[in-house]
């Protein structure tokens, strides 16, 4: 059973604050990952994609790789109350079909 | 660029009835398109990848015969939920595949 986890939190910051996400994967020969918010009823919107290990920036959003300790994170600098959500990680093992498999998701609130 | 639609977004039925749910890429083409299901506070999970011209794939302990997948265009794919149960009730999404999987705003679907 391939597996991705999450821990569920809630993980709660202060407004301005980082918000540090954590997630780690079962299958060594995982190649692709991604970072999904979601809002409560709505469907999950993508924030980032990582493939290779090291780091990857897009504005606020740092998703970071360790593929040797099977680790992805994704760090929410200057966390704005409107990055309250869950945050789905989400992980594809088969690159031909290339179906995802998500963690269960941590929910962030971030305090005004 | 890249949106899903999902139609209904919202349906309510009684217990035995049948309801089909489309999927739709508006502004591409996808050869793959995947329907997941989540249940209130559980992450997504994967109920089968639809394939353009040919059968769908179901995962492991999801019934293809009561979990209908029609892949008939490049740009729609229809889920239909036959005889449908209570325990049917949740939260479907679609999403359709090009560099990365985007998804449709889902389907909450309740079964009386």
């Known amino acids: 059973q391939k597996e991705v986890e999450q821990n569920s939190g809630p993980l709660s910051v202060p407004e301005g604050a980082i918000a540090s996400l954590n997630c780690t994967y079962s299958d060594r020969g995982s190649q692709s990952f991604f970072w999904y918010r979601q809002y409560s009823g709505k469907s999950p919107e993508l924030i980032m994609s990582?493939?290779?290990?090291g780091d990857k920036e897009d504005g606020r959003f740092t998703a970071q790789l360790n593929k040797a300790s099977q680790y992805v994170s994704l760090l929410i600098r200057d966390s704005q109350p409107s990055d309250s959500a869950t945050y789905l990680c989400?992980?594809?093992?088969?690159?031909?079909?290339?179906?995802?498999?998500f963690g269960s998701g941590t929910r962030l609130q971030v305090q005004p | 660029g890249a949106v899903v639609s999902q139609h209904p977004s919202r349906v309510i039925c009684k217990s035995g009835t049948s309801v089909k749910i489309e999927c739709r890429s508006l502004d591409f083409q996808a050869t793959t398109m995947f329907w997941y299901r989540q249940f209130p506070k559980q992450s997504l999970m994967l109920m089968a990848t639809s394939n353009e011209g040919s059968k769908a794939t179901y995962e492991q302990g999801v019934e293809k015969d009561k979990f209908l997948i029609n892949h008939a265009s490049l740009t729609l794919s229809t889920l239909t939920v036959t005889s449908a149960h209570p325990e049917d009730s949740s939260f479907y999404i679609c999403s359709a595949l090009t560099d990365t999987q985007y998804f449709g705003p889902g389907t909450r679907l309740t079964v009386l």
């Open positions: 989400a992980v594809n093992w088969d690159t031909g079909r290339r179906a995802l498999t």
């Open positions: 990582i493939y290779s290990n």
